[in-house]
C-alpha cells in the first residue's frame, strides 16, 4: 500500500504504538492476576493486540 500519504501513515503509526502500549499493560496484567480465567483472557488478549501491531506495521 504505498499510496498512503503522510497523514495516514502518521496515523497508522499511532495505532501501532498505542497497540504495543495496550498488549504490555495487558501482559502485565496477566502476570499480577490470581484468577487463571483472567489471567488468561488478559495474556490472549495482549497477543491478539501485539498481532494487530503488526498487521498494521505491514501497511506501512
Do not use: D, G, W
Request: glycine share 0%; aromatic share 4%.
Amino acid at each position: 500500500m504505498s499510496n498512503l500519504n503522510q497523514m495516514e501513515i502518521n496515523a497508522i503509526r499511532e495505532c501501532v504504538s498505542n497497540h504495543i502500549t495496550i498488549s504490555s499493560k495487558l501482559s502485565c496484567y496477566a502476570t499480577k492476576a490470581c484468577e487463571p480465567e483472567l489471567k488468561e483472557m488478559f495474556k490472549s488478549s495482549s497477543i491478539k493486540a501485539e498481532q494487530s501491531a503488526q498487521k498494521l506495521v505491514q501497511l506501512l
